[in-house]
Protein backbone atom coordinates (compact mmCIF):
# COMPACT_ATOMS: atom_id res chain seq x y z
CA UNK A 1 0.00 0.00 0.00
CA UNK A 2 2.82 2.60 1.04
CA UNK A 3 4.78 1.64 -2.38
CA UNK A 4 1.12 2.21 -4.22
CA UNK A 5 0.68 5.31 -2.53
CA UNK A 6 4.22 6.70 -3.26
CA UNK A 7 4.31 6.04 -6.85
CA UNK A 8 1.43 7.95 -7.28
CA UNK A 9 1.85 11.40 -9.60
CA UNK A 10 -0.56 13.56 -7.56
CA UNK A 11 0.76 16.74 -6.06
CA UNK A 12 -1.48 16.93 -3.10
CA UNK A 13 0.65 13.46 -1.83
CA UNK A 14 4.01 15.17 -0.59
CA UNK A 15 4.32 18.47 1.10
CA UNK A 16 7.73 20.79 -0.10
CA UNK A 17 8.34 18.48 -3.08
CA UNK A 18 9.63 18.52 -6.68
CA UNK A 19 8.14 17.57 -10.06
CA UNK A 20 10.84 15.90 -12.36
CA UNK A 21 9.75 14.46 -15.36
CA UNK A 22 6.10 14.47 -14.07
CA UNK A 23 7.16 12.46 -10.81
CA UNK A 24 7.01 14.17 -7.18
CA UNK A 25 9.95 13.28 -5.19
CA UNK A 26 9.61 14.63 -1.37
CA UNK A 27 12.43 16.04 0.09
CA UNK A 28 11.10 14.09 3.18
CA UNK A 29 10.46 10.72 2.14
CA UNK A 30 11.23 8.86 5.29
CA UNK A 31 9.69 11.14 7.47
CA UNK A 32 6.00 11.21 5.76
CA UNK A 33 6.05 7.38 5.66
CA UNK A 34 7.69 6.97 9.36
CA UNK A 35 4.57 8.77 10.38
CA UNK A 36 2.50 7.18 8.08
CA UNK A 37 0.90 3.57 9.73
CA UNK A 38 3.74 3.86 12.40
CA UNK A 39 4.12 1.29 14.29
CA UNK A 40 7.33 1.67 16.90
CA UNK A 41 7.05 -2.05 17.82
CA UNK A 42 7.57 -3.55 14.35
CA UNK A 43 11.19 -4.08 13.12
CA UNK A 44 10.00 -5.26 10.14
CA UNK A 45 7.95 -2.08 9.05
CA UNK A 46 10.86 0.06 10.24
CA UNK A 47 13.60 -2.58 7.65
CA UNK A 48 11.11 -2.02 5.03
CA UNK A 49 10.36 1.56 5.30
CA UNK A 50 14.43 1.77 4.79
CA UNK A 51 14.82 -0.44 1.46
CA UNK A 52 12.00 1.97 0.59
CA UNK A 53 13.83 5.21 1.54
CA UNK A 54 16.54 4.09 -0.45
CA UNK A 55 14.64 3.02 -3.34
CA UNK A 56 13.25 6.05 -3.05
CA UNK A 57 16.23 8.56 -2.84
CA UNK A 58 17.81 6.28 -5.75
CA UNK A 59 14.69 6.83 -7.80
CA UNK A 60 15.05 10.74 -7.44
CA UNK A 61 18.81 10.72 -7.99
CA UNK A 62 18.07 9.21 -11.57
CA UNK A 63 15.06 11.82 -12.03
CA UNK A 64 17.51 14.50 -11.47
CA UNK A 65 20.21 13.16 -13.24
CA UNK A 66 17.91 12.71 -16.03
CA UNK A 67 16.57 15.75 -16.10
CA UNK A 68 19.70 17.30 -15.79
CA UNK A 69 21.14 15.38 -18.97
CA UNK A 70 17.82 17.02 -20.57
CA UNK A 71 18.91 20.70 -19.92
CA UNK A 72 22.08 20.59 -20.49
CA UNK A 73 22.16 19.25 -24.02
CA UNK A 74 19.51 21.92 -24.74
CA UNK A 75 20.92 24.84 -25.87
CA UNK A 76 19.87 28.73 -24.65
CA UNK A 77 18.01 31.00 -26.42
CA UNK A 78 21.33 32.93 -26.51
CA UNK A 79 23.47 29.60 -27.90
CA UNK A 80 21.36 28.98 -30.57
CA UNK A 81 22.61 29.51 -34.19
CA UNK A 82 26.43 29.94 -32.13
CA UNK A 83 28.48 27.68 -33.95
CA UNK A 84 26.68 28.60 -37.36
CA UNK A 85 27.23 32.17 -36.20
CA UNK A 86 31.03 32.12 -35.69
CA UNK A 87 31.71 29.93 -38.58
CA UNK A 88 29.68 32.05 -41.31
CA UNK A 89 31.45 35.31 -39.70
CA UNK A 90 34.72 33.53 -39.92
CA UNK A 91 34.28 32.35 -43.38
CA UNK A 92 33.07 35.72 -44.60
CA UNK A 93 35.74 36.96 -43.21
CA UNK A 94 38.11 34.79 -45.21
CA UNK A 95 36.16 35.41 -48.23
CA UNK A 96 36.47 40.06 -48.09
CA UNK A 97 40.41 38.99 -47.80
CA UNK A 98 40.26 37.01 -51.13
CA UNK A 99 37.86 39.41 -53.07
CA UNK A 100 40.40 42.28 -52.12
CA UNK A 101 43.36 40.27 -52.74
CA UNK A 102 41.36 40.41 -56.65
CA UNK A 103 39.93 43.65 -56.61
CA UNK A 104 43.31 45.10 -56.26
CA UNK A 105 44.62 42.62 -59.67
CA UNK A 106 41.80 43.84 -61.68
CA UNK A 107 42.25 48.05 -60.82
CA UNK A 108 45.62 47.73 -61.37
CA UNK A 109 45.72 45.62 -64.70
CA UNK A 110 43.33 43.99 -67.21
CA UNK A 111 43.61 40.44 -67.52
CA UNK A 112 41.28 36.85 -67.50
CA UNK A 113 39.61 37.59 -64.16
CA UNK A 114 36.29 38.73 -65.84
CA UNK A 115 34.08 37.27 -67.75
CA UNK A 116 30.43 37.26 -68.94
CA UNK A 117 27.40 35.26 -68.15
CA UNK A 118 25.18 33.84 -70.53
CA UNK A 119 22.66 37.12 -69.79
CA UNK A 120 25.93 39.85 -70.26
CA UNK A 121 26.33 40.47 -66.25
CA UNK A 122 29.75 40.03 -65.12
CA UNK A 123 31.20 36.96 -63.08
CA UNK A 124 34.56 37.40 -61.67
CA UNK A 125 37.46 34.75 -60.69
CA UNK A 126 36.33 36.49 -56.80
CA UNK A 127 32.53 34.91 -56.98
CA UNK A 128 34.10 31.16 -58.30
CA UNK A 129 36.63 31.60 -55.48
CA UNK A 130 34.26 32.60 -53.09
CA UNK A 131 31.86 29.89 -53.69
CA UNK A 132 34.45 27.19 -53.29
CA UNK A 133 36.08 28.84 -50.25
CA UNK A 134 33.17 29.25 -47.84
CA UNK A 135 31.12 25.53 -49.19
CA UNK A 136 34.51 24.03 -48.16
CA UNK A 137 34.32 25.70 -45.24
CA UNK A 138 30.71 25.42 -44.40
CA UNK A 139 31.31 21.62 -45.17
CA UNK A 140 34.20 21.06 -43.08
CA UNK A 141 32.76 22.57 -39.77
CA UNK A 142 29.46 20.97 -40.08
CA UNK A 143 30.35 17.87 -42.50
CA UNK A 144 28.88 18.21 -45.86
CA UNK A 145 25.54 15.63 -45.78
CA UNK A 146 25.00 18.52 -43.55
CA UNK A 147 25.27 21.51 -45.69
CA UNK A 148 22.78 22.61 -48.20
CA UNK A 149 23.53 25.50 -50.35
CA UNK A 150 21.87 27.83 -52.73
CA UNK A 151 24.15 30.21 -54.45
CA UNK A 152 24.50 32.43 -57.90
CA UNK A 153 27.37 30.38 -59.74
CA UNK A 154 28.11 27.15 -61.50
CA UNK A 155 30.86 25.31 -63.30
CA UNK A 156 29.64 25.61 -67.17
CA UNK A 157 32.11 28.43 -68.21
CA UNK A 158 35.21 27.12 -65.91
CA UNK A 159 34.56 23.51 -67.36
CA UNK A 160 34.62 24.52 -71.45
CA UNK A 161 37.75 23.51 -73.41
CA UNK A 162 39.15 26.63 -73.52
CA UNK A 163 38.86 27.50 -69.86
CA UNK A 164 42.13 25.72 -68.58
CA UNK A 165 43.93 29.13 -67.31
CA UNK A 166 40.83 30.80 -65.74
CA UNK A 167 40.16 27.24 -63.87
CA UNK A 168 43.70 27.61 -62.71
CA UNK A 169 43.45 30.97 -61.49
CA UNK A 170 40.37 30.18 -59.58
CA UNK A 171 42.17 27.03 -58.03
CA UNK A 172 45.23 29.42 -56.87
CA UNK A 173 42.73 31.93 -55.17
CA UNK A 174 41.27 29.31 -53.49
CA UNK A 175 44.23 27.91 -51.89
CA UNK A 176 45.93 30.98 -51.64
CA UNK A 177 42.52 31.78 -49.21
CA UNK A 178 42.45 28.70 -47.06
CA UNK A 179 46.14 29.04 -46.80
CA UNK A 180 45.24 31.43 -44.36
CA UNK A 181 42.46 29.79 -42.64
CA UNK A 182 44.26 29.57 -39.41
CA UNK A 183 44.96 32.99 -39.28
CA UNK A 184 40.80 33.75 -39.33
CA UNK A 185 40.41 30.70 -36.42
CA UNK A 186 39.43 28.08 -39.27
CA UNK A 187 41.03 24.67 -40.28
CA UNK A 188 42.18 24.48 -43.74
CA UNK A 189 43.06 21.36 -46.08
CA UNK A 190 45.98 19.58 -45.50
CA UNK A 191 47.32 19.93 -48.51
CA UNK A 192 46.17 22.13 -51.66
CA UNK A 193 43.12 21.43 -53.31
CA UNK A 194 42.66 20.24 -56.81
CA UNK A 195 40.92 21.74 -59.64
CA UNK A 196 38.38 18.76 -59.67
CA UNK A 197 37.89 19.64 -55.78
CA UNK A 198 37.60 23.06 -56.61
CA UNK A 199 34.73 22.04 -59.13
CA UNK A 200 33.38 19.99 -57.02
CA UNK A 201 32.97 22.72 -53.63
CA UNK A 202 31.48 25.27 -56.34
CA UNK A 203 29.09 23.00 -57.89
CA UNK A 204 28.24 21.18 -54.34
CA UNK A 205 25.68 24.97 -54.13
CA UNK A 206 23.04 23.23 -56.19
CA UNK A 207 20.26 23.07 -53.81
CA UNK A 208 16.75 24.99 -54.99
CA UNK A 209 15.46 25.63 -51.05
CA UNK A 210 12.00 25.52 -50.39
CA UNK A 211 9.76 25.85 -47.23
CA UNK A 212 11.50 22.56 -45.02
CA UNK A 213 15.04 22.04 -44.13
CA UNK A 214 17.68 24.15 -43.20
CA UNK A 215 20.16 25.54 -46.10
CA UNK A 216 22.38 28.22 -46.59
CA UNK A 217 22.40 30.87 -49.43
CA UNK A 218 25.72 32.59 -50.74
CA UNK A 219 26.19 35.87 -52.66
CA UNK A 220 29.74 35.08 -53.31
CA UNK A 221 30.09 38.97 -54.61
CA UNK A 222 26.74 40.61 -54.63
CA UNK A 223 27.23 43.67 -56.92
CA UNK A 224 29.91 42.39 -59.23
CA UNK A 225 29.54 45.53 -61.72
CA UNK A 226 30.78 47.87 -58.15
CA UNK A 227 33.43 45.12 -57.43
CA UNK A 228 35.48 45.58 -61.27
CA UNK A 229 35.18 49.07 -60.83
CA UNK A 230 36.86 49.27 -57.56
CA UNK A 231 33.21 50.56 -55.78
CA UNK A 232 31.37 48.71 -53.54
CA UNK A 233 30.46 45.09 -52.67
CA UNK A 234 29.68 42.39 -50.71
CA UNK A 235 29.82 38.79 -49.99
CA UNK A 236 26.20 37.94 -49.00
CA UNK A 237 25.60 34.64 -46.49
CA UNK A 238 22.74 33.65 -44.54
CA UNK A 239 20.90 30.22 -43.00
CA UNK A 240 17.44 29.45 -43.82
CA UNK A 241 15.44 27.20 -42.03
CA UNK A 242 11.95 26.04 -42.57
CA UNK A 243 11.33 29.03 -44.77
CA UNK A 244 12.86 31.60 -41.89
CA UNK A 245 16.46 33.31 -41.93
CA UNK A 246 17.49 32.78 -38.89
CA UNK A 247 21.36 34.46 -39.09
CA UNK A 248 22.95 36.58 -41.99
CA UNK A 249 26.44 38.37 -42.63
CA UNK A 250 27.23 40.61 -44.75
CA UNK A 251 31.07 41.07 -45.64
CA UNK A 252 31.71 44.85 -47.17
CA UNK A 253 35.24 45.50 -47.74
CA UNK A 254 34.46 48.81 -49.19
CA UNK A 255 31.99 50.46 -46.92
CA UNK A 256 34.05 53.52 -45.31
CA UNK A 257 33.19 53.81 -41.37
CA UNK A 258 33.24 57.80 -41.87
CA UNK A 259 29.54 58.23 -42.93
CA UNK A 260 30.16 61.12 -45.37
CA UNK A 261 32.19 58.88 -47.41
CA UNK A 262 29.50 56.54 -48.85
CA UNK A 263 28.47 59.00 -51.32
CA UNK A 264 31.95 58.74 -53.22
CA UNK A 265 33.25 56.44 -55.45
CA UNK A 266 35.90 54.42 -54.00
CA UNK A 267 38.77 55.23 -55.78
CA UNK A 268 38.20 59.17 -54.67
CA UNK A 269 38.28 58.02 -51.12
CA UNK A 270 41.67 55.87 -51.74
CA UNK A 271 42.98 58.94 -53.47
CA UNK A 272 42.17 60.63 -50.46
CA UNK A 273 42.90 58.22 -47.65
CA UNK A 274 46.39 58.90 -49.40
CA UNK A 275 46.62 62.16 -48.85
CA UNK A 276 45.36 62.48 -45.73
CA UNK A 277 47.77 62.43 -42.93
CA UNK A 278 47.39 58.91 -40.63
CA UNK A 279 45.09 59.38 -37.22
CA UNK A 280 44.65 57.29 -34.37
CA UNK A 281 41.41 55.55 -36.09
CA UNK A 282 43.12 53.08 -38.16
CA UNK A 283 39.42 51.33 -38.56
CA UNK A 284 39.30 53.65 -41.95
CA UNK A 285 37.22 51.02 -44.26
CA UNK A 286 35.59 47.28 -44.51
CA UNK A 287 33.31 45.41 -42.13
CA UNK A 288 31.39 42.75 -41.25
CA UNK A 289 28.01 43.03 -40.07
CA UNK A 290 25.79 39.87 -38.60
CA UNK A 291 22.61 39.51 -36.80
CA UNK A 292 20.98 36.22 -35.69
CA UNK A 293 16.91 36.21 -35.62
CA UNK A 294 15.44 37.06 -32.18
CA UNK A 295 18.81 38.27 -30.92
CA UNK A 296 17.78 41.63 -31.02
CA UNK A 297 21.43 43.26 -31.62
CA UNK A 298 23.00 43.58 -34.92
CA UNK A 299 26.61 43.66 -34.76
CA UNK A 300 29.45 44.86 -36.35
CA UNK A 301 33.22 43.49 -36.93
CA UNK A 302 36.05 45.04 -38.67
CA UNK A 303 38.50 43.77 -41.02
CA UNK A 304 41.52 42.27 -39.46
CA UNK A 305 44.99 43.76 -41.36
CA UNK A 306 47.20 41.96 -43.81
CA UNK A 307 48.72 39.40 -41.38
CA UNK A 308 46.96 40.33 -38.47
CA UNK A 309 44.78 37.32 -36.75
CA UNK A 310 41.68 37.24 -35.92
CA UNK A 311 40.39 37.13 -32.48
CA UNK A 312 36.91 36.24 -31.91
CA UNK A 313 35.09 38.47 -31.14
CA UNK A 314 37.17 40.79 -33.22
CA UNK A 315 36.15 43.99 -31.40
CA UNK A 316 32.72 43.85 -32.26
CA UNK A 317 30.54 46.43 -31.34
CA UNK A 318 26.39 46.63 -31.76
CA UNK A 319 25.22 48.57 -34.57
CA UNK A 320 21.02 50.16 -34.71
CA UNK A 321 19.27 51.56 -37.35
CA UNK A 322 18.56 55.61 -37.03
CA UNK A 323 16.24 57.10 -35.22
CA UNK A 324 15.09 59.94 -37.88
CA UNK A 325 11.42 59.27 -38.77
CA UNK A 326 10.78 62.73 -40.90
CA UNK A 327 11.02 62.10 -44.62
CA UNK A 328 12.70 65.47 -44.89
CA UNK A 329 15.60 64.47 -42.59
CA UNK A 330 15.92 60.87 -44.07
CA UNK A 331 18.36 59.56 -46.22
CA UNK A 332 17.37 57.02 -48.83
CA UNK A 333 18.86 54.03 -51.06
CA UNK A 334 18.36 52.95 -54.66
CA UNK A 335 20.26 50.15 -56.86
CA UNK A 336 22.77 52.00 -59.86
CA UNK A 337 21.92 49.84 -62.47
CA UNK A 338 18.37 51.34 -63.91
CA UNK A 339 18.19 47.98 -65.10
CA UNK A 340 17.39 46.55 -61.81
CA UNK A 341 15.34 49.31 -60.83
CA UNK A 342 13.13 52.02 -61.72
CA UNK A 343 14.45 55.58 -60.65
CA UNK A 344 11.71 57.60 -62.01
CA UNK A 345 9.53 55.88 -59.98
CA UNK A 346 11.17 56.10 -56.83
CA UNK A 347 11.96 60.28 -57.72
CA UNK A 348 7.85 60.57 -57.58
CA UNK A 349 7.40 58.22 -54.53
CA UNK A 350 10.13 60.24 -52.89
CA UNK A 351 8.85 63.37 -53.56
CA UNK A 352 5.28 62.57 -52.92
CA UNK A 353 6.14 61.76 -49.02
CA UNK A 354 8.71 64.74 -48.79
CA UNK A 355 11.87 63.16 -49.38
CA UNK A 356 14.67 66.26 -49.72
CA UNK A 357 17.46 64.45 -50.00
CA UNK A 358 19.48 63.27 -53.41
CA UNK A 359 19.21 59.38 -53.75
CA UNK A 360 22.32 57.54 -52.41
CA UNK A 361 22.96 55.16 -55.29
CA UNK A 362 24.79 52.15 -53.87
CA UNK A 363 26.18 49.10 -55.28
CA UNK A 364 25.11 46.04 -53.65
CA UNK A 365 23.56 44.67 -50.41
CA UNK A 366 25.87 47.37 -49.09
CA UNK A 367 22.62 48.99 -49.05
CA UNK A 368 20.97 47.08 -46.20
CA UNK A 369 24.20 47.53 -44.38
CA UNK A 370 23.94 51.37 -44.68
CA UNK A 371 20.45 51.16 -43.24
CA UNK A 372 21.33 48.53 -40.79
CA UNK A 373 24.08 50.64 -39.13
CA UNK A 374 22.31 53.92 -39.58
CA UNK A 375 23.75 55.74 -42.50
CA UNK A 376 20.68 55.53 -44.63
CA UNK A 377 16.90 55.51 -43.68
CA UNK A 378 15.35 54.20 -46.52
CA UNK A 379 16.00 51.99 -49.10
CA UNK A 380 12.98 51.11 -52.27
CA UNK A 381 13.95 48.98 -55.17
CA UNK A 382 10.78 48.85 -57.83
CA UNK A 383 11.79 46.08 -60.66
CA UNK A 384 10.36 46.17 -64.05
CA UNK A 385 8.18 43.62 -65.09
CA UNK A 386 9.31 39.98 -65.98
CA UNK A 387 12.83 40.56 -63.10
CA UNK A 388 12.07 38.24 -60.72
CA UNK A 389 14.38 38.65 -57.35
CA UNK A 390 16.56 36.14 -55.77
CA UNK A 391 16.86 35.03 -52.14
CA UNK A 392 20.62 35.68 -52.03
CA UNK A 393 20.18 38.89 -53.02
CA UNK A 394 18.22 39.76 -50.13
CA UNK A 395 18.06 37.34 -47.04
CA UNK A 396 21.36 37.95 -45.09
CA UNK A 397 20.49 41.92 -45.22
CA UNK A 398 16.72 41.73 -43.89
CA UNK A 399 17.28 39.79 -41.12
CA UNK A 400 20.24 42.02 -40.34
CA UNK A 401 18.13 45.16 -40.30
CA UNK A 402 15.10 43.92 -38.71
CA UNK A 403 17.55 42.63 -35.53
CA UNK A 404 19.42 46.42 -35.67
CA UNK A 405 15.59 47.48 -35.36
CA UNK A 406 14.16 47.72 -38.94
CA UNK A 407 11.71 46.86 -41.22
CA UNK A 408 11.68 45.16 -44.57
CA UNK A 409 8.71 44.29 -46.57
CA UNK A 410 7.93 44.27 -50.03
CA UNK A 411 5.09 47.28 -51.31
CA UNK A 412 2.16 46.25 -49.98
CA UNK A 413 3.74 45.51 -46.38
CA UNK A 414 3.92 41.84 -46.02
CA UNK A 415 6.75 39.70 -45.19
CA UNK A 416 9.89 38.76 -47.71
CA UNK A 417 9.17 34.64 -48.22
CA UNK A 418 12.18 33.20 -48.42
CA UNK A 419 10.50 29.75 -48.84
CA UNK A 420 9.24 29.21 -52.21
CA UNK A 421 12.71 27.90 -53.80
CA UNK A 422 15.74 30.15 -55.21
CA UNK A 423 13.30 33.32 -55.80
CA UNK A 424 11.35 35.78 -53.98
CA UNK A 425 8.03 34.49 -55.23
CA UNK A 426 4.86 36.45 -54.67
CA UNK A 427 6.69 39.70 -54.01
CA UNK A 428 4.19 42.36 -54.51
CA UNK A 429 5.86 45.14 -56.66
CA UNK A 430 8.54 45.85 -54.74
CA UNK A 431 10.74 45.84 -51.62
CA UNK A 432 11.25 48.77 -49.14
CA UNK A 433 13.43 48.90 -45.84
CA UNK A 434 13.09 51.19 -43.42
CA UNK A 435 14.85 52.07 -40.43
CA UNK A 436 11.46 52.24 -38.75
CA UNK A 437 7.43 51.97 -38.92
CA UNK A 438 6.34 55.39 -39.23
CA UNK A 439 8.64 55.71 -42.51
CA UNK A 440 7.38 52.46 -43.64
CA UNK A 441 3.87 53.17 -43.44
CA UNK A 442 4.65 56.66 -45.40
CA UNK A 443 6.42 54.82 -48.07
CA UNK A 444 3.26 52.44 -48.24
CA UNK A 445 0.78 54.78 -48.73
CA UNK A 446 2.75 57.11 -51.16
CA UNK A 447 3.67 54.02 -53.21
CA UNK A 448 -0.02 52.52 -53.30
CA UNK A 449 -0.95 56.39 -54.61
CA UNK A 450 1.50 56.43 -57.37
CA UNK A 451 1.30 52.85 -58.67
CA UNK A 452 -1.20 53.15 -60.98
CA UNK A 453 -0.21 56.15 -63.01
CA UNK A 454 3.10 54.19 -63.57
CA UNK A 455 4.47 51.93 -66.41
CA UNK A 456 5.99 49.60 -64.13
Known amino acids: MIATDLATRAPHVLGNGRIINNHLISNHVGNLFFSHRHNSSSKRNLVSLAKFNRSCLCCCSSFIMEDQTKLDSTPSESEKYSKEVEVAVRAVQMACALCQRVQGNLISKTNNQVQSKDDNSPVTVADWSVQATVSWLLSESFGSKNVSIVAEEDIQKLCKDDAAGLLATVSNTVNECLAEAPRFGLKGPNISLGTSEVLEAISRCNSTGGPTGRFWTLDPVDGTLGFVCGDQYAIALALIEDG ?191 AGPKLHDKIISAVDASWDSSSL
Open 244 to 434: QVVLGVLGCPNYPMRKEWLSYHHRYHRIISKLTPPTSESWDKGCVIYARRGSGEALMQPLPHVNQKLVWPNFVRPVQVSSIDNPSLATFCEPVEKANSSHSFTAGVAHSMGLRKQPLRVYSMVKYAAIARGDAEIFMKFARAGYKEKIWDHAAGVVIIQEAGGVVSDARGRPLDFSKGIYLEGLDRGIIAC
